[in-house]
């Protein structure tokens, strides 16, 4: 679905969120709301002509089987264009070349055969995939995630698109799901272009991501399973699941118990040798990296007994200039989450810092970014209060946006509000004056679900290490 938690520094363990410290926030400068719940992640393009990015965000509700993707004006909120579908939209939207011109399109997927290529500047629909709905799952088409763009595979100057498809949530936990499929779709119109069962034959729900090694050999990682049945995290060359599905795709991560690989892995190169390698946090609380060469493991710290739907994000805490990677685990089987254990992690595998935050839920992938212009990375966190998550909806559900500062791993609180939240903020410099914002969608209790965008009073770094859903480059990689 995008999920995806000792102490040495800051406050002690259980004190909860700190609320007199931290930068100022901003109200402004808007927030809109949606009667549809969004779970989908905010991405940033540029829909109209007045040089501020836009955000666009799907949206949709399981139980009512509705659902579609808005975009909304950078600078002032307004509704720009909506695409309406008939089941909830989970995936996040992708930019892709889908009709050989000049502009951008985007994907964007959903729950039962909910795929939609999109016009980003006129919200004009260019395709749909079908069969959807019942129908799909009539055919064997499920949940359809975040995809990636492979560029031209067939010479019509279109994208090809890499999917995954699977999941039916109709289904009772712990029983037998229908199998989930690893899938190429033609940009043009969405056909198949290839699509292969996953090897063992279990459902998935993990938004595939690509990388290179040395050779030039395009790798596939995906995953299999879910949240009560198991998988693993499996990778295959380019090449031969096109040629030959993926009879050949080698396992990188063996389930530890009956839960699968949910959330995307992150890529980055940890050990200098030139290649991505595999950062994974599966949901059943394994945590590792993966040498992107040979698949050897290069680090594990597992942290079972909890749960994650969020995937690694990819920062920067000291000054050596090697990646760092942070993860958050929920303590509790969803939806009884109360707790989380939150983790850093040096490039060469040293455990920087383990904290568990009694009382909050963290659902939505940490953020890196640096705020306060020390070069290095704070983390951004998004926190529910860690209660029955079904009950919550009827409950105030205080949520916090949180700071880590990771000089001493002290938190601070830099909003508190009602609501909860599913899907991962974005921070991104929309008008580019040189400051960032912060772009969040939560549901607010008789209020329905807001998107807001905030200042985050903080200059625009070097780089941005994890700014959102997927990373710096929308496709899992780190910057290099």
Known sequence: MDAAVAHDGGPAADAGPASDAGPEPVTGPWEVNRRQPMVSSPRAFHVNDDGILDVVIGRGSEFDENGGVDAFSGGDGQLLWSVDGDQEMVGTASPAELDGDEGQELVIGG???????????????????????????????????????????????????????????????????????????????????????????????????????????????????????????????????????????????????????????????????????????????????????????????????????????VCHFNADGEADVFASFAQGVFPNWRGTVLKAVSADGQLLHREILEDLVIIATPLCADLDGDGLDEVFLSANTGQDLEAGFGGPMPHFLLIMNPVDWSITTWLEQEGMTFSTPLIADLDADGQLELISARYQRRAGWRLARRDLQAVVPERLSWPGYLGPLLNGRAHP
Not at 129 to 140: E, H, I, M, R, T
């Open 111 to 313: 729950r039962n055969g909910e795929l939609h290529g999109i016009d980003v500047a006129t919200g004009e629909r260019l395709w749909r995939w079908s069969p959807f709905g019942q129908d799909g799952k009539d055919a064997g088409w499920y949940n359809f995630y975040t995809c990636q763009s492979l560029g031209d595979l067939d010479g019509d100057l279109v994208d090809e698109l890499l999917c995954a498809n699977g999941g039916d949530s109709a289904i009772d936990p712990f029983q037998a799901r229908p199998p989930g499929h690893l899938t190429v779709l033609s940009g043009a119109d969405g056909s198949v272009y290839r699509s292969a069962v996953m090897p063992d034959g279990a459902e998935t729900y993990m938004s595939p991501v690509v990388f290179r090694r040395r050779d030039g050999t395009q790798v596939v990682v995906f995953g299999s399973g879910g949240e009560t049945l198991a998988g693993s995290l499996w990778w295959i060359p380019m090449t031969e699941f096109l040629e030959a599905g993926l009879a050949a795709a080698e396992e990188l991560m063996a389930p530890a118990n009956f839960r699968g690989a949910i959330a995307p892995p992150s890529l980055a190169d940890l050990n200098g040798d030139g290649t991505l390698d595999v950062i994974v946090a599966f949901f059943d609380g394994q945590f590792a990296a993966f040498d992107g060469e040979t698949g050897a493991e290069l680090w594990r710290f597992d942290e079972l007994g909890t749960e994650t739907q969020a995937s690694p994000a």
